[in-house]
């Protein structure tokens, strides 16, 4: 997908939902110029999920705002991975908090 701050580079999202075109059809009134997709051609994503591990919480909600202004996408959801703690679960598996 080409990066929704306008600068003309492409970005991925950590996870993209895209409609089957079974599901979909095209509309009766074809809109101008070339669908919404991307270099393959294949339909742009309607739900992103970014994934934040090493980044900032402000980098995350600033990229997921980002996102909500491409007019394709429906949804996105942003989860921030911290540190893991030093409890641990029944399994013996580190814990780690979730915002």
Known sequence: HQ???GDGSYIMPDLAVYPN?????PPPVPHPGPPP????GNPHARIILEVAMAQRYSDLKEKCKLWMQQPYVRAVLGIKLHETKNTRNAQGHKDRAMK
């Open 21 to 25: 075109p079974l599901f979909v059809p």
């Open 3 to 5: 990066s929704p701050s």
């Open 37 to 40: 997709s991307d270099k393959r």
